[in-house]
């Protein structure tokens, strides 16, 4: 009797405070995390082919450039320029300032030497708006570990055509210094939610204006998420933030909540998917906006709805996640 041996499907391992971000309308890129007892993952890239949920890891000859930042780091992609950019990041107690551009139409890594005033972060938010990479907050190199170290509340722009970073004017209050917040993009309007600042943790909404520049504190309301950082955001409609699990010093959250961007208010909604396990850490990914046309765009926008894709993560107990899980999510409320 002949013996088949069927080869198991590659999977990036278990893994959190990794960095994600879709591509195209078929293809996710991860990079870096950390999985248990601290260890940072060594197998750093990987590719996602969406409709099939097939994962293979990427060699690339700058593959030991980019490993240097195995947690904390941020990538982001720019749709106009079809580029991956990405910035700062922490490995073993050390912080890099260094910027990665990964074109995604060659599959070409770009090492950027800039200028102007580099900051060296860990664990901030970037956000790409018309062409320029906008980074928010995050924890500075003396930072040795989350329980100690200062954080930021400072707004750096890259600009990738002169390769300079720069300090905007912004007018309006601050928020206050911290890491592990999300900061998602809603037209022209950065909405900053959560994250801590050395060992408190946050649950207060600020939105930054980038047409005007200005900072606008968002009034506190009951039913808003409980304070805490390493949840994930994205964007499910113009109007509309989803944020997802996070963690305290206590345990990580099971729980979801919809931002409404017009009335300012926040609201929770329960899903058996998205909510299933305790989560922090991990990737959340619109594909609505990627994988339909622009026909099923607007019929799914009308019956509010929404394509997810959730990967990687902690219950912040010991357990990491690799799975990919992908569903629908009506956002009516």
């Known amino acids: 009797m002949k013996l088949t041996l069927m080869r198991k499907p590659a999977c990036p391992s278990a893994r959190w405070y990794h960095a994600m971000c879709l591509c195209d309308r078929d293809t996710a890129v991860l990079i870096g995390g950390e999985g248990s007892n601290q260890q940072f993952c060594k197998d750093v890239l990987w590719k996602l082919e969406i ?15 980019i490993s240097q930042c195995s947690r904390g780091h941020s990538a982001t992609y720019d749709p106009d320029t079809k580029r991956i950019y990405i910035f700062g990041g922490v490995k073993e107690g050390r912080h890099y300032n260094r910027i990665y551009v990964l074109d995604t ?89 959560g994250g801590q600042r050395t060992s408190t943790y946050l649950n207060d909404t600020h939105i930054l204006d980038l047409g005007f520049m200005e900072y606008k504190t968002v009034p506190s309301f009951s039913g808003q998420p409980s304070a805490r950082s ?54 959340l990914l619109n594909l609505t906006c990627t994988n339909l046309s622009n026909m099923d765009k607007q019929k799914q926008s009308k019956n509010n709805l929404c394509t997810v894709l959730v990967f990687g993560g902690s219950d912040h107990a010991g357990k990491f996640y690799n799975s990919t899980n992908k569903f629908q999510l009506d956002f009516q409320n």
């Not at 990427?58 to 593959?63: A, S, Y």
């Not at 930072?143 to 170290?149: A, C, F, R």
């Not at 928020?175 to 909405?191: C, D, E, F, I, Q």
């Not at 305290?248 to 409404?260: E, G, L, P, V």
């Open 51 to 65: 409709d099939n949920d097939f994962w293979f890891p990427m060699d690339f000859p700058m593959q030991n450039s």
């Open 230 to 283: 390493f949840h994930a955001a994205i964007q499910i409609s113009d109007q509309k933030m989803l944020i997802s699990g996070g963690c305290n010093t206590r345990a990580a959250f099971q729980d979801a909540f919809i931002f409404h961007l017009d009335t300012l208010t926040w609201s929770a909604i329960k899903h058996s998917d998205l909510c299933a396990v305790p989560r922090a850490g991990h990737t």
């Open 105 to 193: 139409t060659s599959w070409k890594w770009l090492h950027v030497f800039a200028k102007g005033k580099v900051p060296t972060l860990a664990f901030h938010s970037a956000t790409v708006y018309r062409k320029e990479l906008f980074v928010f907050g995050g924890a500075f190199p003396k930072m040795l570990s989350l329980e100690m170290g200062a954080c930021s509340n400072a707004l750096f722009i890259f600009n990738p055509d002169y390769e300079i970073w720069y300090q905007p004017i912004v007018e309006g209050e601050k928020p206050l210094p911290r890491l592990g917040h999300s900061a998602t993009l809603l037209k022209n309007k950065l909405v900053i939610f």
